[in-house]
């Protein structure tokens, strides 16, 4: 205040404003950052929901070794291999990627794909068990049968490839049929006739083999042991008939003489005489009917003489009554 005057002084002071300086919109890059890395964090979320199990494994391998070196993973699942050794295949993922079908639509395949083998598995498993079942059925049958009683060490029971296999052999001195001689002894018979009951029971389809010892056939010219098995087999055929199986039962009747010895050792022993009575699997039988099929269709007209039976293939049967 002045004294002279008389008049006062009156002094303002003013704040400053400090001005910031422009800071560039650095949150916005890192706001970027931050929602590519959760869109790929969530995308990753979804292959693995969607995708197969091959897809799965290629995008575990690629996190595991994402080098640009190929093969330079320590383990690469399966698929063709891309950078760092891991399979390419989590990009191409088709109908998982696919929204027109539905997400899942590889997974789906490769589940329907799998079906099939775990099908056929089960189907297998459950045919090994019913026949092993009939197996168990028969041997039952034949202790309880006063007919079969004599003959329990003339019939063998195994379960082969093709089904369950049913052998009546020779014995040395209780032989199937009469020497050289296409005849059933009536022992032999009363066994087939037993027989058929029980192979009627059941849903298989059956084949009958006729087998001989490698002993030379003496007789008619041109007759030799092909014919004579395949007689044989013929003859248990028409027995299994009139003991009351069904016909539609017999799927194939064969003769292969000496070509497949019961005893390799000692192809000359009454044992490798024998008739094999296999009751087929489904498998088998579908096999049969469509080698057939295929031979019917390659075959060329049958000449006016039968040719000569053939080793491992259905012999020619002579038309006669059951």
């Known amino acids: 205040m002045s004294e002279e005057g008389g008049e006062q002084l009156i002094i303002v002071r003013r704040a400053r404003r400090k001005k910031h300086g422009h800071h560039g919109g650095a949150w916005k890059v890192a706001y970027a950052d931050f929602v590519t890395a959760m869109m790929a ?20 391998e ?26 390419d295949s989590a990009i191409k993922l088709g109908g998982a ?44 049958a034949i202790d309880k049968s006063q007919a079969l009683e004599p003959f329990k060490d003339q019939l063998l029971l195994d379960i082969t490839p093709e089904g369950l296999r049913i052998q009546i052999v020779d014995k040395q001195n209780r032989p199937m049929f009469d020497t050289g001689s296409a005849t059933l002894k009536p022992y032999t018979t009363a066994i087939l006739h037993e027989l058929a009951t029980f192979i009627d029971e059941a849903p298989n389809k059956i084949s009958i083999t006729g087998h001989t010892d490698d002993a030379q056939y003496i007789g008619d010219q041109g007759y030799s042991n092909w014919e004579l098995s395949a007689d044989r087999a013929n003859a248990a055929r028409r027995a299994l ?27 000359s022993d009454p044992i490798n005489r024998r ?24 075959t060329p007209p049958t000449p006016a003489v039968p040719p000569v039976n053939a080793a491992m293939h259905a012999t020619p049967v002579a038309p006669s009554a059951p």
């Open 241 to 267: 008939l009139s003991g009351g199986l069904v016909s539609d039962k017999i799927a194939r009747v064969v003769g292969l003489a000496a070509s497949v010895p019961f005893d390799k050792g000692d192809p």
């Open 275 to 298: 008739i094999s009575i296999i009751m087929m699997t489904k498998q088998a039988q579908d096999a049969a009917l469509s080698q057939e099929e295929g031979e019917t269709m390659v």
């Open 62 to 87: 690629y996190f595991k070794n994402p080098s640009m070196v190929q093969g330079n993973a320590t383990v690469a699942p399966p698929g063709k291999m891309g950078p760092g050794g891991a399979s």
């Open 97 to 140: 990627m696919d929204m027109a079908h539905g997400p899942g639509k590889d997974r789906r395949a490769a589940q329907k794909a799998e079906v099939p083998k775990d099908v056929e598995k089960l189907a297998r498993d459950k045919e090994k068990q019913r026949l092993e079942d009939l197996m168990e059925q028969l041997h039952a």
């Open 41 to 60: 964090f969530f995308l990753v979320m979804w292959l693995i929901g969607v995708g197969t199990r091959e897809q799965r494994a290629a995008i575990s």
